[in-house]
């Protein structure tokens, strides 16, 4: 059976509001002039948790992501894991050499060359000095600078410090990886690269806790996702599901229950139809997709006119169709669509159905649930590049020289 | 429509249900080390406990300690323009100040010894005491970025800082001793004390220094207290006169500053002039662990604020 590498039970940190300003002891032989009992107080008011009692399993093997708003305590809690700040409360156990790569360039210093920097960041991140001889051609290797391994790094461009640097941090073998957001730096080649690494080191059987922002990430390489808001768990589960929850409510600001109610007609409901539906509202796959909405109609209808649109999280109209010269008679009815593809990433989207008489609205409904979509991207590994559909492609370079 | 919001809780619900059963495990082939750690289990919790000194893991850590010490004197020799040459030039430069001042014009005692060889006798001791104090006190505030990155024991750091001032000591040594030599004075067997004062030193400076790095993550204001201390400190040490100066009564208490048993016998064991300083060296000793075993406590203790404080 698979054994426990992290075991956490009411991890809690608290913190004391400004603490970095009011450093200076001055302030501190102040306080105490003017009430000296105060000194030994500790003011509520100044403290606040940013973690409260987080109790967390990872499995061996298991490829964790965090997720949540800034500060909702992602990174405080992977600092208490790799151990660089205690917990004001609770404990945790980790099973294992723990590797953490909270940025690129952990103690690097501009003056000494690449070849310095990689055995002192090396060390600095947990390697024997053995291990960092014996993988030194490879981590050159990965970072492509075999000429400049005796520069010093301050001659470096910003590239290439990266490259060094997650180069170095790539050839860590702990058997539990915690990383934060590093990814998000360096050029887009290389970025892939360290993708690919990092799938490879979930691969290989260790446990990692990945924190980030781009969502697509966390689909790509994690099994289960935290979903942290406030300091405290909000919800834990497979990465499609707790991701597409995150994003809906990331996206759920805009108010929807105040509808207007009872018109000549109403929208009910909507739903997946058809093979190619996971869920109600959850949308597996590109292919074939057929939805319909449930229509009540209260007065008969002459010659109306129904649109309807498809939004994703950012508002982005991301299709649209409408159809004129509609008649209904009182009652129910089902509007059945049916796409030949519907090739969306991964995320949240809206559909949006209306009615209208002429130029007098009947109903314009922005359908609640929204819809998740729960295919697997194939598209650029960034979210800022993807794109809005999921396409599969392949590339050929031929040459067309005479 | 707040029903709809219900059934879309539910329903996916039920797909996590549905999902964690259809996701197969993953695949985790043993690492090769893997039996080897799967011992090793790491508590994290509240920090508690006064007297956990945790010299093991001081241990375990011994090649960053080595890493350390190797950037610290790297960059240094590197950021300067004649490097090395500052490491002779700064304890000779003094010496001759001290010389002119101290010697030709106050005409203070020098134990029977040329002026300029019972300064520099204990400029190089009293300057490798005072940059390991200085670097000691600023290496945790110097390493914020690490260490508020990555963990390591952070007793490393004032280990790492009393230890590269090892390095411009040696420098200053070979100079001394030949510097000795051209005075035409020969060592006695005494030399081989040398090693143990130079011990009491580096002891010293990480005492202090562990109180003070400590202190100073927390408060910054200690930056402003160094430049006063280590200048008083240098006073109430015999580097400008010889501690016979001081009246007999009062010998014990002068003795509880370790670095006045440090510079005496320093400048004794060298050159074979002065007296043993036996009585202070006793009470220097004692104040060294004292400061050393305080300071162990006191900065295990704050280790675990450092990194929110910093």
Known sequence: MTTTAIAGEGLSKRYQRGLAQSGLLRDKLAAAFRSP????????QEMFWALKGVSLEIKEGEVLGLIGRNGSGKTTLLKILSRITRPTEGWAEIHGRVGSLLEVGTGFHPELTGRENAFLSGAILGMTRQEISRKFDQIVAFAELEQFIDTPVKHYSSGMYVRLAFAVAAHLEPEILLVDEVLAVGDIRFQKKCLGKMGDVARAGRTVILVSHQLNQIRRLCNRVLWLDAGALRREGPTAVTVSAYEEEMGASRGDDEREVAGA???????????????????????????????????????????IALYDQDRHLLWGNAADGLTLKPGLHELRYMLPALPLRPGVYSWRVSLFDGATRIDDWECTPPMHVVTVPVTHYRDEFAGFLNIPSRLEVVSIDS | ?????????????????????TSKPAAAPPLAEQSAAAAQVIRIEPPRGWFNLRLKELWD?????????????????????????????????????FTLFFGKLAKLPSQGLPYQVFYFAAVVPWMYFSYSLVNATNIVVENQRVITKVYFPRLILPFSAVLSGLVDFSIGFIVLLIFTLSYGLRPGI?????????????LTALGVGLWLSALNA????VKYLIPFL?????????????????????????????????????????????????????????????????????????????????
């Not at chain 1, 009992?37 to 509520?44: E, G, I, P, V, Y």
């Not at chain 2, 501690?243 to 006045?260: C, D, H, K, Q, T």
């Open chain 1, 37 to 44: 009992t105060k000194l030994f107080q500790r003011n509520r």
């Open chain 1, 265 to 307: 007609a109403q929208f009910l409901r909507w739903q997946l139809t058809g093979k190619n539906r996971l869920e109600d509202h959850v949308l597996p796959g590109e292919g074939e997709t057929s939805f319909s909405f449930v229509l009540r109609v209260n007065h008969p209808l002459f010659n109306v006119h129904h649109g």
């Open chain 2, 1 to 21: 429509m707040r029903v709809f919001r219900r059934t879309a809780t539910i329903s996916l619900d039920v797909l996590c249900q549905m999902a964690s059963v």
């Open chain 2, 61 to 97: 850590y011994r090649e960053l300690l080595y890493f350390l010490v190797w950037r610290d004197v790297k960059i240094r020799y590197k950021q300067t323009a004649i490097g090395v040459v500052w490491v002779i030039l700064q304890p000779l430069l003094t010496m001759l100040v």
């Open chain 2, 190 to 202: 005494t030399v081989a004390l040398l090693p143990l004062f130079l011990l009491l030193a580096t």
């Open chain 2, 218 to 221: 927390l408060y910054r204001d």
């Open chain 2, 230 to 310: 280590t200048q008083f400190w240098m006073l109430a040490s015999p580097v400008a006169y010889p501690s016979s100066m001081v009246p007999e009564r009062f010998r014990w208490i002068y003795g509880l500053n370790p670095m006045a048993g440090v510079i005496e016998g320093f400048r004794w064991a060298l050159t074979g002039h002065g007296q043993a300083p036996s009585s202070v060296l006793i009470a220097s000793s004692s104040m060294v662990v004292l400061l050393v075993f305080g300071g162990l406590i006191f900065f295990n203790r704050m280790e675990g604020s450092i990194a929110d404080r910093v």
